[in-house]
């Protein structure tokens, strides 16, 4: 009975020990709950508030993604005395020759060396293709970024241009106009694939371009060529900013990207025009985007540590800096087609860096705007210090918006021949008039004076009640001193811009 | 396995564990919020031997606050001067602080000048001339907004000019962060003070200060307020040390 008894208390006792087990367990996790609540919420907001302080730039960008952006803005393929220049469609091209370029360059014997211009210019004088940069690419820079590879015969090539003679294929030429360097690398391959792609193309047929020389004949050293005739289904269009000002919530979201965790803490002004400005500390970082939907940011360089960094490592995080606000596409999504415009260096509290302005294209031309660029990134080392974008999306194409706009293109021949007084009247306004006086000297200075003549899309300064711009196909006619814009369709002039001293 | 001998052992770890816990989230939890008597002195010490004077008490709160959104009331001074020559009610024969009150207080309610969160702050007199100022108090958190007021200047028996510059809480942010302490808000007032002579330091308070020195050639019609140590020193002298 006694034993019974015992055994009872024995199975309480260890019916209270296993209760007070559970007990004690339970609070350990809830004290443990609590302790770690406490230092979280305190604690690691501090530890973010610590990162903020030094933004990094995140890669959302792969470098291999640069190919899409170094690449020429036209090519020019001379044969048999023909020249074709290519503009919307050379990248296709562009592809096929940079993996023929990145073959030979890596066989065995291919070796870099500096050639005269005359070089240069004797091998142009054959079949060639040329392709033309608006920035100054290092090949080797590029190459090991896009390729995870290094050619020894890429070492200091420094490209504005490239030629490919199709009489020299051992042979291809680089020429740096920002240095007036030309290089050569020669290499031994006898892969003809790329002769015969150019060749393909010369008979499928491609649109001729004259010289101004073989319209003219001004005994003219001219590399400016234009088609005899245009036949282009570009047509106007209409566009509105990408973001409005009553957008809060877009404003909002996007100003965030810049400012991370510490947006709570950033002053936000709005004016009475409705412009919002925010400003991080005592201004060390602003963001303004005005009622026109322009955005600005600033950031100031102060102590900031900063990495060095290659033209192409700094291309590749401005392309990342870019997608990661705003993105390279309108805030609601719409996709555009950039292209890098420029590089230009740049000096900022005592520091070099780079100006990357990009454009865009519709329909492979490029879109200009009267008020600036689209999209400008100033970067020092692996900072960058000045942001600014302005992009309109297309929210209507204009189908033949009237009968005089139907498919017919005035010749860029025409427009010149029409309007070279006009030309010359904007010279004499700017207070650089020509010296000729007569009506043919005066039409030959014009002639002379052009630098380039394109297709390209530009919109107009005037919105609509609904804040709607008109787009319309132009000539671009580029002189030495002003950029003229000539309706497609009509031929009137649109609007000319006087050009930015460098 | 002895299974009873087992439970005593993890019973007693457990209860060195948890003991251990309660210590640590007594000692997080309650800990001090502020700076100490001692902090206190050291730093009045420390100013001292760089010639300034702390005569008011340093207050050793930690603050955790939020930004406030404020409106800018943009009032034009033509605009009040027109409203001044408008006003025609009589001066008070008898001048008293109640009777001056009400008089300013008519034209302010009058031309809708006078706000909820203006509370007078004083009235100063120079002989027939009278100065009463309002400051601008908001009500959830009870802090002053600065620089916003209302200064009504009274000579010769009747209104001659009023200040207004009114700065209108909105709302307040939704996140909050803690402030630096007034200490370290007085050190940083030392090393921005670049003159020589002797400072005497009257008073340091927390308010929302909306800094006027950004400028733009438009004008502001919503802008951020931010916590900041408002120090006044050498007879009514203010100075804002933002004090995230």
Known sequence: MKNMSEKKNKINIERIKSTFIVVLSVTAILLLFLLWRNITVDKISRAIESINEEPVIQLYIEPEKLVEYIEPYKGEIKMNGDTYILYDNVTQVWDEFLAFMRNAAKTNGATVSDVLAEDWHEACLGNCIMFTFNFEVSAQDANEMIYKEAYEAFDNVLLTNIMYSLDEPNNIYFFNNKTDIYRRISFDNSDISFINYITSLYELGLPKYYSLEEFYGYGLDSNVFIPYAVSSNVQSYKVREEIEVDEKEIINSLAETFFGEGFDFVRRITETDFSVSYIYQYGQKTLEVSHTGQIVYKEVLGNNRIEDLTSTQQLLEVLSFVEAHGGWQSLKGIVIQPYIKSITPIEAENQMGNRFVFGVREDGHPIYYSNGEIITVDIIGNRVIYYERQIYEEIDSLQYISNSETSKVIAASDIINSNYKEIEKAYEELGKPYESTSEEEIHAEVVKDIKQIEIGYYKLDEASEEGEYLVVPTWVIETSEIIFFYNLKTGRLVDYVVKEVE | ?244
């Not at chain 2, 100490?36 to 008490?57: C, H, K």
């Not at chain 2, 802090?143 to 009274?154: G, N």
Request: hydrophobic share 40%; with cysteine; aromatic share 12%.
């Open chain 2, 1 to 244: 396995m002895n299974w009873s001998k087992s439970k005593t052992i993890l019973i007693m770890a457990l209860i060195f564990t948890n003991i251990f816990l309660l210590g640590s989230y007594i000692s997080l939890h309650f800990q001090t919020t502020g700076t100490s008597v001692a902090e206190d002195t050291a730093t009045v010490d420390f100013l001292r031997r760089s010639n300034i004077y702390v005569y008011d008490e340093i207050p050793t709160k930690i603050f955790s606050l939020p930004v406030l959104e404020v409106e800018v009331e943009n009032v034009s001074q033509d605009q009040i001067n027109e409203m001044i020559s408008q006003f025609r009610i009589p001066f008070p024969s008898e001048v008293t602080r109640d009777n001056l009150l009400n008089y300013v207080e008519l034209f302010l309610n009058e031309n809708n000048l006078l706000e909820e969160t203006a509370i007078l702050d004083k009235i100063t007199s120079l002989g027939s001339s009278y100065i009463l100022e309002y400051r601008n108090k908001e009500t959830e958190k009870e802090m002053f907004v600065e620089e916003s007021y209302i200064i009504c200047f009274i000579e010769n028996k009747k209104i001659k000019s009023v200040e207004k510059k009114w700065i209108k809480p909105i709302k307040y942010g939704s996140k909050n962060q803690s402030t630096i302490p007034a200490t370290t808000a007085l050190l940083k007032f030392m090393s921005e003070y670049d003159e020589t002579s002797a400072v005497s330091i009257t008073n340091i308070e927390m308010v929302y200060w909306l800094d006027s020195s950004y400028t733009s050639e438009k004008a502001t019609s919503f802008d951020t307020a931010f916590p900041a140590w408002e120090i006044t020193y050498n007879n009514e002298k203010k100075k804002y040390i933002l004090a995230y």
